[in-house]
């Protein structure tokens, strides 16, 4: 995947040697790890993957009409979780990535796909995500400016879930 950003030890960097390949439909490749609709997921798994037994080889795209309580079977065999983001106005994949993080505990690596801009990732990044596949036509160097985001977040997230009014010393 070409323009990715990933978060290691909370500091953003270019990946170059992604390698994951994402496939929405189709047919599927038998090399490589690739990150795949639930549906296709689900077909393509061993039957240890799927009674919790081994590690997957393979990640799971979601949808934004996919429900994260869904995946909670097979959370801990997910070495990734890809959230499609069809259009940048559509957020649902904000809350799919907040419920993965803080209500199931998920803590793989969670990557938003698709129509993914600079303007977008600070927030991403508070709902819990830690890779980012920039669109392909925009500049990954100019989207690592967007993770700086706002020196101060209001409200919780993921990485911080006390409100500031909870953070300031009294």
């Known amino acids: 995947m070409n323009n990715l950003i990933s978060l290691r030890d909370g500091a953003p960097r270019i990946v170059t040697d992604d390698p994951w390949m994402l496939l929405r439909d189709g047919e599927i490749p038998e090399q490589g790890p690739l990150i795949l609709p639930l549906s296709s997921w689900l077909e ?25 309580l869904e995946l909670q079977p097979w959370l801990a065999v997910l070495p990734l979780i890809a959230i499609d983001f069809p259009s940048f106005r559509d957020g649902r994949g904000y809350s799919q990535a907040y419920l993965l993080r803080t209500r199931l505990g998920w803590r793989g690596e969670l990557r938003a796909v698709g129509d993914v801009l600079r303007d ?51």
Request: with cysteine; proline share 9%; charged share 30%.
């Open 120 to 170: 977008q990732l600070a927030h991403m990044r508070q709902c819990g995500f830690d890779s980012f596949a920039v669109r392909e036509d925009k500049s990954v160097h100019d989207a690592l400016k967007g993770l700086a985001g706002m020196s101060v977040q209001y409200g919780r997230s993921v990485i911080e879930p006390r409100p500031l009014f909870r953070r300031r010393p009294l």
């Open 44 to 68: 393509r798994q061993p039957p240890a993957v799927l009674k919790d037994a081994v590690l997957s080889r393979d990640g799971l795209l979601l949808s934004p009409d996919d429900e994260p």
